[in-house]
């Protein structure tokens, strides 16, 4: 059977309800593979220039970033209150007092680093190359080894996402677990410290074993003076195994671990507790033990720490957030770090599920006012509201409308503003996020980037600045820096895939349609064969991340909705003949 469809290519979509006509292994030749594999991530991502500008802060304001080029790459210095921009260094005479010092030899815009940090007075930088740690004056330009301790963006990165231990705040310390039991190494000399004794098999402190992501790093968030941990001790003991065979390369293997089923009865539990560091105490919450989820859904971590709690800045109170297995009920509770004492502050319930936004989780505590911030979707969208942190009492809505917020970016408790992403105030697409700004009381609410596309934003240290990405999903990219208030200071980089296109590839086609009630539109991507021929039909493939959660586009978090030159394997796998 021969299927055929008519562009535009709009109409590929009534495809995916109908049978058509499968691909044969014998149809797709080891030429049409070569052609698709030109399309993953690592042969189209050298063929972009100026695409990501990621940000290193020096202070509170400057930073400087590396831009990538045709040639190679430059770094670049940006001051953002003299807006102005400069190189970072001379690259030139960098890569010739770099070449006499080691021997090897190297040109500007192909240094042998990605990451590297100035000397406290400016005058050299720190980098890693060929194993070494470096030091090279940038006033005489010279180059030598050095025993000095080379930060790494990259390092710091791991550390606090991936690796097996949390670095305290000073840091001083990581804690790491053993044997189900919590430990802490002092950096400096490496001694190690067991901070809990009775942890056993499955009943364990700080442990991630669990669930999608059973890790072995500690589930812990530091006290802001490094003297406190707040974790949990996490009770799998009656919990079923999860079985997954793996099959990457040679033999099968078989992965275990804990997982939770929606009918089980048992069910994972945690005892909540705070940790003195320095004693070593265990304080165990007076409260009874809560399941192991969050508002955020079902991961206990966030931005590489426990999520739902947060410290007052002195650590003598914990502010937490329990939720209840099915993720209807929050409550947020005050701890006693000393005593172990908790105070009931606020609850919501609700009859299908709590979330807390799509960027994060999105409550606040504000221990100088004594309130909180809190996420609701209790008028049918998604908005914040004032709560009194001693009386749990509703103070005043701050944010109201037909729009959803989806992330905050950042609470200036001094001036009571805040500043947050936004979805449903561009016409184009619902989706696409906007950087919003409103005050406590609700009043003064002014979109900060007006632009149209979807906007990713990096806040400077001080809040003073802050980066705009904006793009579509077939735009590339302008990367902007701006004041607080929106103001645009300098553009400091327009992504440019002219290279790229000029290989064969192709953005996807964003398209919308009406779903089975005839009312509500259905946003998506589509990607079709590099060449479609406009006589045949194509097998669809859906290509979704399913799930309970709202907005599986949003899952992919605040760029979700950006411009990507790949997007997992999809151009890929179209280019084999299928839609995707």
Request: include cysteine.
């Amino acid at each position: 059977m021969t299927c055929k469809f008519s562009l535009p290519a709009i109409s590929l979509l009534l495809i995916a309800g109908t049978a058509c006509a499968q691909l044969s292994a014998d149809s797709i030749s080891a030429q049409d593979y070569t052609h698709a594999e030109q399309f993953l991530s690592w042969n189209v991502n050298p063929y972009i220039d100026h695409e990501n500008v990621r940000p290193n802060w020096i202070g509170n304001d400057r930073f400087w970033f590396r831009d990538l080029t045709a040639g190679g790459s430059n770094f670049i210095l940006v001051d953002p209150e003299k807006g102005r921009e400069r190189p970072a260094f001379d690259q030139q005479k960098l890569a010739g007092a770099l070449s006499k010092a080691t021997g090897e030899q190297y040109t500007a815009e192909m240094l042998p680093f990605q990451y590297f940090s100035y000397t406290d007075d400016g005058k050299a930088i720190l980098f890693r190359a060929g194993e070494k740690n470096w030091i090279c004056n940038l006033q005489s330009y010279s180059c030598r080894e050095t025993d000095q301790k080379v930060p790494s963006g990259e390092m710091n990165f791991f550390i606090r996402n991936m690796s097996d231990q949390v670095v305290s705040p000073d840091g001083k310390s990581a804690a790491y677990i053993k044997d189900w039991n919590l430990w802490v190494r002092n950096l400096a000399t490496g001694k190690e410290t067991q901070l809990t004794t009775d942890g056993v098999k499955n009943f364990g402190y700080a442990t991630d074993n669990a669930s999608w992501r059973h890790s072995d790093r500690p589930v812990i968030l530091w006290s802001p003076d490094s003297k406190e941990i707040a974790t949990f001790r996490q009770d799998q003991r009656d919990v079923k195994d999860m079985y997954l065979v793996s099959t990457n390369v040679g033999a099968p293997h078989l992965e275990k671990w804990k997982y939770e089923f929606p009918t089980d009865t048992a069910q994972m539990k945690i005892y909540r507790v705070i940790i003195h560091v320095d004693e070593p105490k265990v304080i165990y919450l007076k409260i009874p033990p809560d399941p192991r989820r969050s508002t955020d859904m079902d991961d206990i971590i966030y931005d590489g720490h426990m999520a739902d709690a947060q410290w007052s800045p002195d650590g003598s109170r914990l502010a937490f957030v329990s939720t209840s297995r099915y993720n209807k009920t929050e409550k947020i509770r005050m701890a006693d770090a000393r005593t172990g004492d908790v105070r009931e502050v606020f609850e919501e319930t609700v009859p299908t599920q709590f979330e807390s936004g799509f960027g994060g989780i999105n409550w606040k505590y504000l221990p100088e006012s004594h309130e909180f911030i809190w996420f609701s979707q209790r008028d049918n969208w998604d908005h914040l509201y004032l709560y009194d942190a001693v009386t749990g009492k509703l103070k005043n809505k701050i944010t109201s409308g037909d729009y959803d917020v989806s992330s905050i970016k950042k609470v200036d408790e001094k001036n009571r503003v805040i500043y947050f992403m936004a979805a449903g105030l561009e016409s184009e697409n619902p989706y696409f996020l906007q950087l919003c700004k409103v005050n406590f009381d609700g009043k003064d609410f002014k979109i900060l980037t007006p632009e149209p596309g979807n906007h990713s934003i990096t806040f400077s240290p001080s809040g003073n600045y802050f980066i705009d990405a904006y793009s579509k999903p077939d735009v590339p990219p302008v990367t902007v820096l701006c004041k607080s208030d929106g103001k645009a200071v300098r553009t400091i980089a327009r992504t440019d895939i002219s290279r790229l296109t000029a290989r064969g590839w192709k953005p996807p086609v964003p398209f919308h349609v009406k779903a089975a009630d005839g009312r509500t539109d259905i946003y998506g991507l589509m990607f079709t064969p590099t060449h479609p021929d406009p006589q045949k039909k194509y097998p669809v493939i859906d290509y979704i991340y399913p799930g309970p959660q709202g907005g599986t586009f949003l899952a992919g978090g605040e760029g979700a909705w950006s411009f990507h030159a790949t997007r997992g394997d999809n151009q890929a796998l179209a280019a084999l003949g299928f839609v995707v």
